[in-house]
């Protein structure tokens, strides 16, 4: 089976979730890694050493912004000429958008966000959550290329092997660009709840403190910095409910659920999160979920493992205080 | 100008769905527009406003997609297009883009195509850049503010890694995101409108084409692992206490 990986990547820095489409790659057999971009041959030392055994690098100044049409043509007019079986790609927007009007180009189809595969000599069945994850379909791909889209974390990330090397081509990057790239501004830095192994989230109960003395801002603000010292010690990142990010407590990217996005952390920790279904949908495949909240019968006891019925504004720094003595930091 | 949403009708958020005789079922709950398209007529009903437009929702489903059609309707759009035909029943993204942009030629004269982000049901966000590719038109995707000046659209594209400004030439197909302002809700006059409204039903035959094979086929449904979790609610003598006793069981489940 020829099996195709594409290196997505932002200004140089690949997608995690990228290299745990190499891993999966790897155990079908020989792995080609796909390198896109202006300037990115460092890239492809990375895919060898995460397993690639060979790299098609297309780099050409052309090809500096990431452009949907014209990453496409250049993924189509290889597809065309090599004939792959199959081609992974991170489920991220860039890859989706690419995949997609490939897809189109060469008649096939795309399986996206997917969780889970099976491969029967040739024949792949791919597991995704539909309906907000209330659902999982098993799909498959009637046409070749079988583009598929791997969602973050749910495959193992392979190890790097420093020095691993392989057969580098050089190909042609196609053109027919119909947008420009006028202008960028970075967003925040700190861990993404996209790639984090450790998520600790704060809904509305991060404002309400009455004992602080402060205004509703000024309170889930400090919540919020509770939140941050306990996810930064355990190298996670913050999340958000959507009643905390419709407040104005904390920006979108932080949001967790059906209107925000689907995370699939090691851990979450839910902590002032009522826990609707909404919110609910955004946490399914985190395998280990934790509540902290006042009340009792906050929906969210239900979908967790261990639960805490108390203050978070009293708690989370007693909890960071725990670990903090526990994992010697 | 004139501008076509693409919308979708999907159960309600709210909807507890499962599998019942290998079919979905989503019970008792109604079906209702797609949240996310929502987002995409207010950007028509805006650029409407801005500078003048004729805004058409356009939606391919069964006779009772109407009822989605017409709540872009109450919401302010001048149009609605049914695409309907028994031969779309099996059907995949691809297809649908194929379709769609089949019904875009037919309306004719489209300047911009706007959709939501994604859909709440099978959820590939792949139409947008499927249908601007059968248009071969350019796609500005996940635009979070949309600016047109001299034929030229501008948007403000929302991504992971922050917020990139990106143009191109009209025509263009658009999808947008929650940033571009709530929803606004359907007026009186807009829902009496919507009432009367006769909302042309167009087959697959009307636009002269057949339809497209659908390459991804579902061959299975499953209902999620059910997580059989009785939660446990740690206690202790004090908040320190159980701060301590979660801190170790956390440790205990080897994840982090």
Known sequence: MKTWVYIDHFKGEVVSAAWEAVGVAKSFGMVSALVFGSGVESLAKAAFEFGADEVLLADDPSLA???AETYASTLTALASASAPDLILLPNTFRAREMAAMSAIDLNSGVLVDVTALENNAGNITATRPIYEGKLFEKTTCSASPQFITLRGRAFPRPVR????????????AQSGALTSVEGYSAGESGVSINDAGIIVSGGRGVSNNPGLGLDEKATAEKGFTLIGELAALLG?????SRAAVDAGYIPYSHQVGQTGKVVSPDVYIAAGISGSIQHIVGIRTAKLVVAINKDA????FGVARYGVVGD???FIPLLTAAFKQKLGK | MKIVVCIKQVPDSEAKVSVQNGRVSWGESPLVINPFDEYAVEAGLQQKEAQGAEVTALCIGPESARDALKHALSMGADNAVLVCDPALTESDSQAAARVLAAAIRKI???DLVIFGRQTLDTATGLTTAQTARVLSWPMLALAGSIKIEGGVVTVERVIEEGKQTVSASLPVVLSVVQSIGEPRYPSFMGI?????AVIPLWTLSDMGMTAPKAVVNRVELLNPPSRNLACEIISGSSPAEIAETLAEKILAEKVL
């Not at chain 1, 996670?236 to 958000?240: F, K």
């Open chain 1, 65 to 67: 912004d990431f452009r």
């Open chain 1, 161 to 172: 092997m420093e020095g691993s090397t392989g057969t580098l081509r050089k190909v042609s």
């Open chain 1, 236 to 240: 996670g990142a913050v999340g958000a």
């Open chain 1, 297 to 300: 019968e906050a929906p969210i």
């Open chain 1, 312 to 314: 978070l504004f009293t």
């Open chain 2, 108 to 110: 004719g004269g489209v």
């Open chain 2, 192 to 196: 009496r409108k919507a009432s009367k």
